[in-house]
């Protein structure tokens, strides 16, 4: 543990902050319960590194929970935001900006045809959800265990993420009638899936599935899994639904429906294309999106939905990526590195914890089997994961404090951070004290 680490200032704001928000945080998996002690408050970010009120500064691999693919305070994102603050911060009316970002993203993601713009991941994959049942004329959804897609009631039902790392199934204050059409199964097993649908043929309105599972852990698609559910949806008449909120314009610019080629008919966003804005987005096919109002009959609003300082934020990050097309190669091939790297540091050491990854998302499970769904990720020792986390926070490498996370790289990370963290990792892993 590094003795100089004082947190004397968020320990403060914490016991304020408990005085006037639920546990002291807008969103649960920041209060740190899962691994114990005091959240640090962070007052700057700057590329990799966050700084704390006591001056902690962290390599960051939260990333706000991805949308810092560039890193933070990116000059271009911070001057286009600032622009559009100049002329205003909310209109309630369409904008130029608006048709930029909805060009953009239907350039950038074959089939996403209309798409439109909500203000957070949970909006956008609710209301893919409605979009699909109001075109199919059916009730029941599937998704996967362990998979978590927002905190809209009906899909708090074997949840991933904070639901998860409440160690909670789903939620109090959901009435049975909300989730009574939610159909779950195993992720990465088709048999279960397809044993769904022939239990209830004609009325599964949708499939919504992480195509990489990064809210259990990081759990990726075993071959053929996703081109199974395309398939089992073609076969059914129902709408497959890629929620891309975490994958979106990280795994390449098309998200993972590009990196692993398999066409969802619906498409979810959030995190990136706000660039740290809250800015959430679904679309895909033009015959069901046209089922939304003022189109068709499926209802969805929002107030600020397409806000233009929002947009500003989002347009500068993607119109960067889209500029620079081999940042993801590269991303992609130093994350695919450096997690390789913390695979051996364990295995040098005995430890058979998987290191999964995908692209620049990854984790490490402390467990000593594989993990390709739900039950096995919950083998994994969070006590075990506790104690490591702390100690990296304490030397100043900032992860999620949650077992059930991922860890995020951004181009911003370079080899210096790198090392640096697999220099702490190796001083933690080789003591000898880690819980096996
Ligand atoms: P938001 O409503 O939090 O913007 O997005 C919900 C959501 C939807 N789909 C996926 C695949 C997601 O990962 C998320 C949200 N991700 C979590 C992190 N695992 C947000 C962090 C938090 O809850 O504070």
Known sequence: MHMMYNTSVSEQLFAEAQQYIPGGVNSPVRAFSSIGGNPPFIRQANGPYLTDEDGNRYID??????????????????????????????????????????????????????????????????????????????????????????????????????????????????PAGCTADTLTATYNDLVGVKALFDANPGQIACIVVEPVAANMGVVPP??????????????????????????????SPSGAAGYYKVQPDLFTFGKIIGAGMPVGAYGGRRDIMSVVAPLGGVYQAGTLS???????????????????????????????????????????????????????????????????NYEDAKTADTRAFASYCKYMLANGVYCAPSQFEAMFLSTAHTNAELDRTLEIMRNYFKRGSVNR
């Open 61 to 174: 691999y939260v990333c706000s929970w991805g949308p810092m693919i560039l890193g933070h305070n990116r000059p271009e994102v911070r001057e286009a935001v600032a622009q559009a603050c100049a002329r205003g911060l909310s209109y309630g009316a369409a904008t130029r900006a608006e048709v930029e970002m909805a060009r953009l993203v239907c350039s950038l993601v074959p089939g996403v045809e209309l798409v439109r713009m909500v203000n957070s991941g949970t909006e956008a994959v609710m209301s893919a959800i409605r979009a699909a049942r109001g075109y199919t004329g059916r009730d029941k959804i599937i998704k996967f265990n362990g998979c978590y897609h927002g905190h809209s009631d009906c899909l708090l039902v074997q949840a991933g993420s904070g639901v998860m790392t409440a160690g909670r199934p789903g939620s109090d204050g959901v």
């Open 306 to 372: 397409g806000n233009p300082v929002a947009m500003a934020a989002g347009l500068a990050q993607l119109t960067l990526l889209r500029e620079n097309p081999q940042w993801y190669s590269e991303l992609n091939a130093t994350a695919d590195g450096f997690f390789t790297e913390i695979q051996s540091i364990l295995r040098e050491r005995g430890l058979a914890y998987p290191v999964n990854h995908v692209g620049s998302l990854g984790c490490i499970f402390f467990t000593q089997q594989p993990v390709v």
């Open 222 to 251: 075993q071959p053929g899994f996703l081109q199974g559910l395309r398939r089992l949806c073609d076969e059914a008449g129902s709408v497959l639904i890629f929620d891309e909120v975490i994958t979106g314009f990280r795994l």
